[in-house]
């Protein structure tokens, strides 16, 4: 069964500080991971995707990596400001024969001043 | 650029009462389209997923069903609601062909069941 686990459930830092979350999954075969950002009240929104050849992506302050090899991903997000609250969702998609992603449950990450 | 609008955003419904949501996306053809749920603190359920018009598969038992009466118009239906149909309810769409590709959710439609 296809199944993404992330961890930590919920994370609370400074503003200014880095943080990492992490995501296990064993989606097989393996198509792409996604991160989502979505934001309290509001639809999640991809930050990043990673194909099986990648490594490392970034965007702006967030970056992602994948070990496809141990099926895990990371989230780092360096100099975290207070719009980073919100929660982040990895989502790991399959090759051929679903149109299904399978979806964490994501963290929640409180930035307080 | 393809939007996606759901409505309404906010609904409080007493038990027992019909629900229609509403999802329509504009700039794009033959999206797949999704409904999911999100309860209080937990993560997204996927209720119902759609390849083509008329064509409804559904990952959930329950009391709800969806429709796809046009190629960009998805709709989510009870007859009589529960105290547990209460949450926060996402549309979403994906480009033609297998799942995977990128998820645009719409804004969500907060429903509270009295």
């Known amino acids: 069964k296809n199944q993404v686990e992330q961890s930590p459930q919920s994370l609370i830092i400074l503003e200014g500080k880095n943080c990492t979350l992490q995501?296990?999954?064993?989606?097989?075969?393996?198509?792409?991971l996604r991160w989502y950002k979505q934001d309290t009240g509001r639809g999640p929104v991809s930050l990043t995707i990673?194909?099986?050849?990648?490594n490392t992506k970034s965007n702006g302050r967030y970056t992602a990596t994948l070990d496809a090899d141990t099926k895990q991903s990371s989230l780092h997000i360096t100099a975290s400001q207070l719009s980073d609250s919100a929660s982040y969702i990895c989502?790991?998609?399959?090759?051929?024969?679903?149109?299904?992603?399978?979806f964490g449950r994501g963290t929640s990450l409180i930035v307080h001043p | 650029s393809q939007t996606i609008h759901q409505w309404p955003a906010t609904l409080v419904q007493p038990v027992g009462s019909p629900l229609s949501l509403e999802c329509t996306v504009e700039?794009?053809?033959?999206?797949?389209l999704y409904w999911y749920r999100q309860a209080a603190g937990r993560g997204l359920q996927l209720l119902f997923y759609s390849v083509g018009i008329g064509q409804i598969s559904s990952e959930v038992p329950q009391n709800l069903s969806a429709s796809r009466p046009q190629d960009r118009q998805f709709i989510l239906s009870s007859k009589k609601l529960l105290l547990s149909d209460s949450g926060f309810y996402l549309c979403?769409?994906?480009?033609?062909?297998?799942?995977?590709?990128?998820?645009?959710f719409g804004e969500g439609s907060r429903l509270t069941v009295l």
């Open positions: 989502v790991v998609s399959a090759l051929g024969g679903s149109y299904i992603p399978t």
């Open positions: 979403a769409w994906s480009g033609q062909g297998m799942g995977t590709g990128e998820l645009f």
């Open positions: 990673m194909t099986f050849s990648e």
């Open positions: 995501c296990n999954y064993t989606v097989s075969p393996f198509s792409n």
């Open positions: 700039g794009t053809s033959n999206p797949n």
